[in-house]
């Protein structure tokens, strides 16, 4: 009964490989965030949707495309993975008129390692 | 746009002694403020929230924050520090545009025996 699960915990993986990371949450919000945390803890958004549709996409390489096919679900796919794309990557629902009041909840991460 | 700065990267405390982590705001709007943890290999939790309702925020596991307007500031204490607090805080504060929290660097506390 996991609020926000995203699969898989842990992805290593080779420069130039593609890879992907699921996010699911059962907890009825409407908006889903990606946000990538680096070596040094910095938390930074990446991308946002609200009832499936993009409303945030920050300044981040078109090598990182997401989807998400319902209000649910929310994928990251990454083309031509570079050593800096290393990071953990977190997903994060909200009530997108609810989010001064109850803030985000967070999955537990992606450690995604390139080598 | 709103932004936080934590003060202090690392913060060392002695079980049973008091915690304070520190976060300044800067808003030209009343903000919304929030405050998570990071426990090591896990995903953020919200410890509590400003949504100007009360200056002095109460949280979880003995947390609390006091909004002080006048020096923007929103830290975080605990009166006694236990083991299990050990973990990353992140302030964090809900942007007027886009809809978005933005977070400051983090403050990682170590909790000494």
């Known amino acids: 009964d996991t609020a926000v699960s995203q699969t898989p915990k842990y992805l290593v993986t080779q420069m130039g490989n593609d890879k992907s990371i699921k996010c699911e949450q059962n907890l009825g919000h409407d908006t889903m965030y990606w946000y990538k945390q680096d070596s040094k803890k910095f938390l930074k958004i990446m991308f946002s949707?609200?009832?499936?549709?993009?409303?945030i996409n920050e300044t981040v390489p078109n090598r990182f495309s997401p989807k998400s096919p319902d209000k649910a679900h929310l994928n990251l796919h990454i083309n031509s993975l570079e050593l800096g794309d290393s990071a953990v990557y977190f997903c994060?629902?909200?009530?997108?008129?609810?989010?001064?009041?109850?803030?985000?909840?967070f999955g537990s991460g992606t450690r995604l390692t390139v080598v | 746009a709103q932004s936080v700065t934590q003060l202090g990267s690392h913060v060392s405390v002695s079980e049973g002694a008091l915690v304070l982590l520190r976060c300044n705001y800067s808003s030209s709007v009343p903000p919304y403020l929030f405050w998570y943890v990071q426990y090591p290999n896990q995903g953020l939790q919200l410890l509590l929230k400003?949504?100007?309702?009360?200056?002095l925020v109460k949280g979880i596991n003995g947390f609390e924050a006091e909004f002080k307007k006048s020096e923007t500031s929103f830290h975080l204490t605990k009166p006694s520090a236990h083991m299990s607090d050990a973990a990353e805080y992140f302030c964090?504060?809900?942007?007027?545009?886009?809809?978005?929290?933005?977070f400051g660097g983090g403050t990682r506390v170590l909790v000494k025996p």
């Open positions: 949707y609200n009832n499936k549709e993009l409303i």
């Open positions: 964090a504060v809900l942007q007027a545009v886009g809809n978005k929290l933005t």
């Open positions: 400003y949504t100007s309702a009360a200056t």
């Open positions: 994060a629902s909200s009530l997108y008129r609810q989010l001064a009041n109850y803030g985000y909840t």
